[in-house]
């Protein structure tokens, strides 16, 4: 088989099963993500009315990004998106990454989103990393070891 179809049947495969378990409503409809190799795009979708409510992306006329691949440009558009929801009245919406990880745009999208007043309720599974204390401060904190009695 060639490698293309066997990457997009496996592409495909990933969407599905993630897709099956998110369903939007007009109350929380389903935020879906498509990134390309040169742009990233996002809508609010109603599953029920088969709608699609809101969406943005780096190739919109408004949008004022120089390249459209990198994760400041993700971060954009889900400012855009969230924005655009606030006016429709949408705070919450369900995430759905499609066939991509949730990782570098993707993820960069669904916390700018978030951040911006459009609960995404996939993005808060995964914990913001916290500044780590300094590792001499670290050694401090610890409690120094027993030494054994030999008997």
């Known amino acids: 088989m ?6 997009a049947k496996r592409s495909v495969r990933r969407k599905h099963r993630v897709r099956r378990a998110i369903r939007g409503t007009a109350a929380k409809p389903r935020l879906s993500v498509f990134r390309s190799n040169f742009h990233i ?5 109603d599953d029920d009315a088969q709608v699609t409510l809101a969406s943005a992306s780096t190739g919109d006329k408004g949008a004022k990004v120089a390249k459209g691949w990198n994760i400041l440009a993700a971060k954009q558009v889900g400012e855009a998106l969230a ?4 006016e429709k009245g949408i705070t919450e919406a369900a ?3 499609g066939a991509f990880r949730f990782h570098g745009r993707v993820k960069a999208l669904a916390r700018a989103a978030t951040d ?12 913001v990393k916290k500044e780590e204390a300094a590792p001499a401060e ?3 904190a610890k409690p120094a070891k027993k030494e054994k009695a030999k008997g």
């Open 138 to 140: 670290a050694k401090a």
């Open 83 to 86: 924005k655009k929801a606030k």
């Open 2 to 7: 060639d490698i293309q179809k066997l990457k």
């Open 116 to 127: 911006a007043g459009l609960k995404c309720t996939g993005p808060e599974i995964i914990p």
């Open 95 to 97: 995430f759905d990454r």
């Open 41 to 45: 795009y996002a809508q609010l979708i």
